[in-house]
């Protein structure tokens, strides 16, 4: 018997042709049950070489990394299967200024590589609102990016991946939706929970391979299929469906800019000035400040790892035109009658979504176009992005939460206590995100990149404001930017709440929020909020006492190279008690069960008392863990390739616009 529950299917509804496509063919499976082999052999691996049982090791990989694992790691803690779904199916509504997005990218990296990660190396934070505690100090902040940060992952990013990883395993398999999710969830939460960091960035760069591979030869597949671009440019200008109903043309013709990247900055879908500033602001906080991606960073062996790493993504982040936006472009030219639908009933029937149907572009290529074995292939690769990402989220908001948060509660945990709490703290993750899902179905019109960007720019403005003025101007204190945040969050959350309970419409129905709210594009809703949150946090700042110096040594941009000892405003909330365990009278022990052992181990718990270190020892490794020094030579040759990058990214642009 067949239900529905938001456009969920029990049982995968027939395709136009009324077939059922599903892997069921001994090539493809194969190639799948060898991918999730070495995939956890990887896993395992990273879990062996590592050390995962103190708050470096599994936090923040025991700091050993190297360039290109991860440059690598970035790319595909970015490239999730929301942007094969979520990009391609905006590729196919609008044309190529999606790809914005991505090359937008090529200039924050820098940003990341060259002014931010030398602040928090020096400062020797393993979080980013540890950086905001000693920066300002206070409790405030700390906790409330963090709780923050945490909404924003199970709204956007978990949810969003797992609805796009859903929309795909529909498409391709036709499985519960909720238990293929599930299964992928614990497959994924495995080597998350056991292996750590570690686990997660070399996993990740093998996953990056895949999707590399796999993606260039569904390309190759779909531009074969139009005759290469030339065909490609004029047959997308026609990709309209057969149904049209009474809707008005604009609702299903091609935008007459398909084929710009900069559009109007009055009337366009993506206007120019949304696109560079508006967009950047969220890059910044995205790449700059969010603990998925500076977590990654701090894992390397030294600055010129992380400048070589952020290069080698920035690189790789100007594929995904090529691989993702203009495949989505293709989809509607081949399927116009699913991809481009517009009337409700007709898009019901192809996807389970009044709104629209251009979510499947991507995955109904790879049904349709791919041959056995390689569909098999590219499954893998839409389950290495979905995994990638989530594994990256896991790690950071396990970090998040632990270091935090629960230290707060639990101020004398052990590290065996934080890293069980961490472990368990993934499940209600998940939890939280699965109950979510609808709610992104039927958000943004169906276009699932253009709903998570909006969320962004409603709520993560006030936060690169905060960073930004943290960094760069010390005079801004702790009153400055709390109330900075926390009048930017309401303003956020009052043009968010209020989209959602109008709903966001499509173009034959749309919503009925009032233009003095919604009326603002969400790009140019970002800039305005984030210019607000600036004025805030400075005026207060001016208004209240400054910060001394002494507190703010190698915290700060102008004072980043003082070798004074720094007066940290607090004492951190937690610190490793086991020296007062030692001083303990001791109890006698009992040797473990082997099973208990085995669990352990796999878990990354086991008890191992390193050599004791003298203060002088301590001195010297934190004075290691902070050094941003470089050889001459590498320093070099990464400043160079910045500018190689960055002269890329202008040219593409320019390209394309």
């Not at 699913?338 to 991507?362: F, L, Q, R």
């Not at 800039?527 to 040594?553: E, M, N, Q, R, W």
């Not at 181990?601 to 050094?627: H, V």
Request: glycine share 8%; aromatic share 12%.
């Amino acid at each position: 018997m067949e239900y529905n529950y938001f456009g969920f299917s029990r049982v995968r509804s027939t395709t136009n042709n009324g077939t059922t496509v599903v892997l069921n063919n001994a090539a493809d499976i194969s190639v799948i049950v060898v991918y999730f082999l070495v995939v956890l052999g990887v896993g395992v691996w990273a879990m062996v070489r590592t050390n995962r049982s103190t708050v470096g090791g599994f936090f923040l990989a025991g700091r050993s990394m190297v360039w290109w694992p991860i440059g690598a790691s970035l790319f595909a803690s970015n490239i999730g299967s929301g942007h094969f779904v979520g990009v391609a199916g905006t590729a196919a509504a609008s044309g190529i200024a999606i790809g914005g997005f991505e090359w937008n990218a090529l200039v924050v990296v820098v940003i990341l590589g060259w002014l931010f990660v030398p602040i928090y190396i020096k400062a020797g934070v393993v979080t980013m609102p540890e950086y905001l505690k000693k920066r300002f100090g206070g409790q405030r902040i700390r906790i409330y990016l963090s709780v923050l940060s945490l909404f924003i992952y199970a709204f956007t990013k978990i949810s969003a991946d797992m609805f796009s990883g859903a929309i795909f395993i529909n498409q391709a398999l036709g499985l519960n939706i909720y238990l293929a999710v599930i299964l992928l969830l614990l497959i994924t939460a495995l080597y998350t929970v056991t292996g750590g960091l570690a686990a997660v960035i070399y996993t990740d760069t093998l996953q990056t391979m895949i999707m590399i591979v796999g993606s260039f030869i569904l390309m190759g597949f779909a531009f074969y299929e139009v005759g290469g671009y030339e065909n490609f440019q004029e047959l997308y200008m026609q990709a309209v469906p057969t149904i049209t109903g009474n809707f008005t043309e604009n609702c299903y013709e091609p935008r007459a800019d398909s084929f710009h990247m900069f559009r109007d900055p009055i009337n366009g879908d993506l206007p120019w000035p949304g696109l560079v500033f508006g967009l950047t602001i969220q890059a910044t906080w995205y790449w700059c400040t969010d603990q998925v991606i500076v977590q990654r960073c701090l894992s390397a062996k030294n600055l010129s790892h992380v400048k070589a790493g952020c290069i080698l993504c920035g690189y790789l982040k100007l594929l995904p035109m090529f691989i993702i936006v203009f495949p989505g472009m293709i989809s509607r030219i081949l399927y116009p009658d699913v991809v481009a639908c517009v009337d409700p009933e007709e898009c019901m029937k192809y996807c389970g979504a009044s709104v629209g149907c251009t979510n499947i572009a991507y995955p109904k290529l790879v049904v349709d176009l791919m041959p056995d074995g390689l569909r098999g292939l590219m499954l893998s690769v839409m389950l290495a992005s979905l995994m990638s990402s989530l594994t990256s989220i896991f790690n950071s908001a396990s970090t998040l939460f632990t270091m935090d948060i629960y230290t707060k509660v639990r101020r004398t945990a052990s590290e065996k206590e934080l890293m069980i709490a961490g472990r368990v703290f993934i499940l209600f993750l998940i939890g939280v995100s699965i109950a979510w899902i609808p709610v992104v179905q039927s958000a943004q019109s169906g276009q699932l990149f253009d709903y998570i960007q909006s969320i962004t720019s409603y709520l993560t403005p006030p936060i690169a404001a905060v960073f930004m003025l943290a960094i760069f101007c010390k005079r801004v204190n702790e009153t400055g930017a709390f109330w900075g945040l926390l009048i930017g969050l309401c303003i956020g959350l009052s043009r968010m709440i209020t989209e959602f309970a109008y709903g966001t419409g499509s173009c034959n129905a749309p919503s009925n929020c009032p233009e003095i709210i919604c009326g603002v594009h969400y790009l140019y809703f970002g800039i305005i909020l984030f210019a607000v949150t600036c004025v805030i946090i400075l005026g207060a700042s001016l208004l209240t006492k400054p910060i001394d110096d002494k507190h703010l040594y190698r915290l700060c941009w102008s004072l980043r190279n003082r070798t004074e000892e720094r007066v940290d405003l607090e004492d951190d909330d937690w610190t490793d008690n086991k020296d007062n365990n030692d001083m303990e009278i001791e109890e006698p022990h009992e040797d473990p069960s082997c099973f208990k052992k085995a669990v352990m181990c796999f878990c990354g718990l086991e008890q191992q008392k390193g050599p004791k270190l003298s203060e002088e020892e301590l001195e010297e490794l934190q004075k290691k863990l902070t050094d941003t020094s470089e050889v001459p030579l590498c320093r070099n040759i990464v400043n160079a390739n910045a500018i190689i990058l960055l002269c890329v990214a202008v040219f593409c642009h320019g390209f394309f616009a």
